[in-house]
């Protein structure tokens, strides 16, 4: 029997993501893993793969499009099945029949509407305001082109073909255009029919930051870039200049989920002073041999993960009317990324070695910075890393990944003076690190046990290797 493919919530909490790119075509016989396409989400492109096998019988959303979760965006044919099992499969499922990817508008809009060449104008072109100085009085839009400027707006009609005049973009194009105050009338399309699509948007804006500073961005109208430039106040001469920053999806996303966190989650801190004399001496001893450079961030998440492991009670979530209690490791690790933050997951880290580790940990951030991590890798983990030390940050507090128990926050070593067993003073090598935690999941205590025993890891590293 046909199966609709729906949108899944690919990342907690989300209500819609975009089809960045299709991976199969219509006809295409596809196995049980294999990839369908790439989900751009808040904070990285994702890719989704058939849980069944079958061949694909219509894509219903275009590449580009945002769609909201539990959408239909594919309809997939078991063995045996012809067109006829499409059209009866959306009817089931009280879709309208005959949507396809390369038509133009969102699925909304498809699903309301047969698929035809030249779909009319909106009610709307008629007013009295729409028609342009060359053609007063025209009751109808059949030979009149819409003008340029309603087609950067996110209140845009749906486009129509080229014959009439108006321009193919998704309403993620569209939006993005608008921030990036982009004029959708100077890019070329590449999508079906010409529609203009991410790729094209982004390719456009990567030629215009290449141009010479002394030249108008390409493509970009003027009032458009002096929209966006930094400009001071009439009414205040003399003011500071400033500049307005669209805020993007990413960046929204981690507003509403860390403001969520402080303000919902009961942290509480503590901080530790770690001697890491030994632990640099130890890494220094390692990497003369090692095929791989190793990181100090990496002795630090093997030593979170013995600790967890030593004080068990730690390594778990909050889940509401429950606590669940992880037998193994995986730990988030804090990626910063152009325009926002990720936290890719690694799995089993008390059972990989140093070098795995590394080698993990390498290929996660590089990913994660191009916007390539698999849904999997950024889901689960009971226990955070966020280490700042390498920007040469002595100490900072970190708010919490619900439903994490904890995240660790890292700063710099640095030389300080310190005292020593004899009561005398000597010069160590101090890294201050800040344990948040959910007062939901941990006591006070439970955390105390936690962060001592982390800190005797860090400061004894040869047991970081048994």
Not at 67 to 78: E, N, Q, R, S, Y
Not at 213 to 233: I, K
Not at 344 to 369: M, W
Request: net charge negative; glycine share 8%; hydrophobic share 45%.
């Amino acid at each position: 029997m046909a199966e609709i493919i729906r949108m899944p919530e690919v990342m907690a909490g989300a209500t819609e993501a975009a089809i960045q790119s299709w991976s199969v075509a219509e006809g295409a016989t596809v196995t049980v893993g294999q990839t369908l396409a790439e989900i751009e989400t808040d904070k990285a492109s994702v890719e989704l793969a058939a849980e069944s096998a079958g061949t694909i019988g219509r894509l219903l959303v275009p590449e580009g499009d945002n769609v909201a979760v539990g959408d239909a965006i594919l309809v997939l044919l078991a063995d045996g099945e012809g067109p006829e099992a499409i059209d009866a499969a959306l009817r089931d499922a009280g879709i309208g029949a005959g949507a396809a990817a390369s038509d133009p508008g969102t699925a909304a809009e498809i699903a309301a509407q047969p698929v035809q060449s030249g779909p009319p104008e909106p009610e709307t072109a008629p007013e009295p305001a729409a028609p342009l100085p060359s053609a007063p009085g025209a009751p109808t839009s059949t030979a009149a082109p819409a003008p340029a400027p309603t087609a950067d707006t996110e209140t845009a009609p749906p486009a129509e073909p080229e014959t009439g005049g108006r321009l193919f973009a998704s309403p993620l194009v569209r939006r993005l255009a608008a921030e990036k105050g982009v004029a959708l009338v100077d890019i070329s399309g590449t999508g079906p029919r010409g529609r203009i699509v991410r790729r094209d948007l982004e390719r456009h804006l990567e030629q215009a930051s290449a141009a010479p500073a002394s030249e108008p961005a390409v493509g970009s109208a003027e009032p458009s870039a002096a929209s966006v430039s930094p400009t001071a106040s009439p009414a205040a001469e003399g003011a500071a200049a400033f500049e307005d920053v669209p805020v993007d999806r990413m960046r929204r996303t981690i507003a509403r989920r860390l403001t969520e966190s402080k303000s919902t989650v009961p942290h509480f801190y503590l901080v530790a002073d770690c001697r890491v004399d030994a632990l640099l001496e130890l890494r220094r001893t390692v990497n003369e041999t090692a095929t791989r450079k190793i990181s100090v961030n990496d002795f630090v998440l093997k030593a979170v993960a013995a600790a967890l492991v030593e004080v068990p009670e730690a390594n778990a979530i909050w889940l509401g009317d429950s606590i669940r209690r992880f037998t193994g490791v995986d730990l988030a690790v804090a990626v910063a990324i152009d325009g926002g933050l990720t936290t890719p997951v690694v799995r089993g880290v008390d059972r990989l070695s140093l070098s795995r580790l590394s080698e993990t940990v390498a290929d996660l951030a590089e990913r994660g910075r191009a916007g390539r991590l698999r849904q999997h890798e950024l889901e689960g983990g009971s226990f955070s890393v966020s280490n700042l030390g390498m920007y040469g940050t002595t100490q900072f507090s970190a708010i919490l990944n619900p439903p994490q128990s904890g995240i660790l926050a890292v700063g710099a070593a640095r030389p300080l003076p310190v005292a020593d067993a004899d009561g005398g003073l000597s010069v160590a090598t101090v890294m201050t690190v800040t344990l948040s935690a959910d007062h939901r999941v941990l006591d006070g205590a439970v955390a105390a046990q936690w962060l001592a025993a982390f800190q005797r890891r860090i400061e004894n590293p040869l047991s970081i290797l048994i």
